[in-house]
């Protein structure tokens, strides 16, 4: 049994003294004691290291106390075990040597044993449930296959991923089969967190907003889709698409437990287009956390009062930014917990 169930209660529509809060990227970005070991590790070693990765996870809940942990991993592991070569460069982000651009290189794509090439995320699971002690929930996560598409094909990131979608829409045969293997290949390493002993699980799609709605339908949701309705019935499943308002009224009918919601769509649209039933997740701006603390938690008391105390996850629209002093990270937690109706 989990101590603070805050975060599983609001993700079954229970009623709540106050909602459950926590912050996109909290592992692993601005705090002190995490840059202490990014300066002597590189990031797939953090990764691969259940001892470090499991520490990063749970530095934050030691110093805000957040209401659920997420582990720290990355998206882009997904690409690396369906043989994918990722790299990491510091002050550039993900590098792909060896973009996807034809049929030939969709076909080399594999879906592996996630056992095998990706069990250092379970040992790492393993090691941070021991850490948190039954304290809060673990989140795990996975890109959507969309937005692993997206550094697959471009093979960075970008402000338009215009080779990622040239791709789709050029050769869409192609696409659709790359999209499905990656399906796959996450829902069998979403299911595989799951028996590690992840709580509940993330999807983002952080560029299904590049997409216009009928095409988000057919390269996006329709595989995420898939994956909420493989792990639905297991545990509870967060589905988060930055930019994608426009396609809350069918992700609200999806199964998934909740929606997260970005800054540029009100608590107001978000409800009314979600259909006023599901429990909602977000959406401070990120950029907000730079107000002074005062103004943090003003600000977070009128979110609240927006979204309503109920069917309601506190969280920034999306990750917390690297530049983000700690007083005002602590000020966003800590008005949460202050919250009163
Ligand atoms: O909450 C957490 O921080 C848990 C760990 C986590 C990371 N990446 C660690 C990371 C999570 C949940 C992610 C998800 C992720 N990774 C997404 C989806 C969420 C989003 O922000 O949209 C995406 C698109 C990626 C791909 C990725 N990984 C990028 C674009 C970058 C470089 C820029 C950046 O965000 O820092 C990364 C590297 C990365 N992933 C870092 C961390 C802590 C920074 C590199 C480092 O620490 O050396």
Request: charged share 25%; hydrophobic share 40%.
């Amino acid at each position: 049994m989990i101590k603070n169930d805050l975060f599983l209660r609001a993700l079954k529509g229970e009623i709540v003294h106050r909602p459950p809060v926590w912050m996109m990227r909290q592992a692993g970005r601005y705090l002190p004691e995490f840059m202490k070991i990014k300066g002597k590790y590189d990031f797939f070693t953090r990764c691969r290291t259940p001892e470090l990765a499991s520490e990063i996870t749970v530095q934050p809940i030691r110093r805000f106390g957040m209401d659920a942990a997420i582990l720290f991993s990355d998206i882009l592991v997904i690409p690396q075990a369906m043989n994918v070569e990722v790299e990491m460069k510091p002050d550039f982000g993900p590098y792909l040597p060896n973009p996807i651009r034809d049929q030939k290189a969709v076909d080399n794509v594999i879906i592996p044993d996630v056992y095998e090439d990706l069990g250092y995320v379970m040992e790492a699971i393993k090691a941070t449930k021991e850490k948190l002690n039954d304290e809060v929930p673990l989140i795990g996560f996975a890109g959507s296959p969309w937005t692993i598409l997206c550094y697959m094909v471009q093979g960075q990131g970008s402000k338009n991923f215009d080779k990622a979608k040239g791709f789709c829409f050029s050769n869409p045969i192609a696409a659709h089969q790359l999209l499905q293997k990656i399906t796959d290949t996450t829902v069998a390493y979403l299911k595989a967190k799951i028996t590690a002993g992840v709580d509940v699980v993330q999807i983002f799609d952080s560029w299904g907003g590049m997409l216009s709605p009928s095409d988000y339908q057919e390269y996006s949701w329709k595989y995420i889709q898939q994956i909420i309705d493989a792990l639905k019935d297991k545990v509870p499943v967060i589905a988060f698409g930055k930019g994608c308002w426009f396609a809350l009224h069918e992700m609200s009918k999806s199964g998934a437990a909740a929606l997260g919601v970005d800054w540029t769509c009100s608590a107001r649209n978000a409800r009314y287009l979600s259909g006023g039933n599901i429990t909602l997740q977000g959406n401070f701006d990120p950029s907000r956390l730079l107000s002074p603390p005062l103004e943090i938690k003003k600000r977070v008391h009128q979110m609240i009062n927006e979204f309503g105390k109920d069917k309601y996850i506190v969280n920034l629209g999306h990750g917390i930014l690297p530049n983000i002093p700690v007083d005002n990270a602590k000020a966003f937690i800590d008005a949460v917990k202050e919250y009163k109706v």
